[in-house]
């Protein structure tokens, strides 16, 4: 298996800090938190906006899109999960476009279709996506199940279950169909521009740690933690199914 | 493999992956089951909320007790053709009150708050809009005065019924240049004169 490290990104080999350290420990602090275990907060106030709102309201829904990626912590985990081993810059952009063409596509066609599906079911799809990368990660399909789907499809699919999890969240809350499609393309845009913060954010946490040693050597235990995070979110996600139906 | 497939991490042993995959499925059951239902949905099948403490996170509290006395007012407000009026309860933090007000016209109205104290004519406006009626509930977020603005633009003289019961502690009416205080009424219906 190739190793290889691509020049774009060994320049910066001894120049980037601790902080990406500190990054991703504050990543695993946060899913500590037990009592923060409502993935996609749409806290009282912006709910009551997008119930009340009338026409097009490009900028509160962009910052509404943008606020939901940025603390949408399944979100976060699977892309950490998703450009934990990729080197190349072009590989990162080539995963997150199919990520971004498959929760654009599902998150439109929901919302102007109509489409709704369960929302617990969705994160639970979401949890399980996490999980799958780490798994994948650790090189559980590879060597253990003798299999190698393609990731790129996978994270193509899992962009389609993301979208749709937007979908039906946002149509939770929308009622009035004014300005309804310039709303939409608003909140895509602003999930566009929260994992662009989130995956620089990331990506340069991930760079600093993998030119250190320690990331060889706890780099299996990382995806382990992503795994046990997946299972966590998709096993509360059900239980929600369950219960709450 | 395509160039854009992931290198594994190291050359790990399919026993290794299947213990770190069982022990990432069992810490997250234990977490689960131990930390978040209890915290989050109340649900203890292990005991491990009750015994942390934890379920105090997820206590429903659809009970709010109230402070001051149970109150009710009625009013009939007529409006001329663009007349307006305002109709305001002094409510502190946190009371709340239910609402109902039907007029005979669509009129044009603004429910707004005042915080007690503060400089001039500021207001915090919930919600205008036109409508002939609204029925709700209103918890005030600040201490000070409650309650609508209503103007009539039609041509008309349009008459306002307002029912209310809650925990304010006034009610006043305000005009152009006239203002004055209404009588509420008590539980056992009788009138209370304002503070």
Known sequence: MGLERSREFRTDRDRVPLAAALVAVAFLAFLALPWVAHAHPMDGRNAGFVEAVSGAAPFPFLYLGAKHMVTGYDHLLFLVGVVFFLRRFRDVVLYVSLFTVGHSITLLAGVLGGLRANPYLIDAVIGFSVAYKGFENIGGFERVLG?????????????????????????????????????????????????????????????????????????????TLLITAGFLLAGHQLFGYLVYP | MSPAEAPQAGRTGRARILAATGLAILAAALALFGVVLPAEHRFDPLGTGKALGLLALSQERPIAAQEREYRTDTSELVLLPDEWVEYKYGLEQGASMLFSWQATATVSYDFHSQPEGAAGRFAESFEARDADHAYGSYTAPFLGIHGWYWQNKTADTVTLRLDTAGFYTSAVEFRDRVSGQHTLTDLRGEKIANP
Do not use: C, M
């Open chain 1, 147 to 223: 299999v190698r789907p393609d990731t790129r499809i996978a994270v193509l699919l899992f962009g389609l279950f993301h979208g749709f999890g937007l979908a039906t969240k946002l149509q939770e809350f929308t009622v009035v169909k004014t300005g309804l499609v310039a709303n939409i393309l608003s909140f895509n845009a602003g999930v566009e521009v929260g994992q662009g913060i989130a995956l620089t954010a990331v990506v340069l946490a991930l760079r600093g740690w993998r030119s250190r040693t320690s990331f060889d050597r706890y780099a299996f235990a990382t995806n």
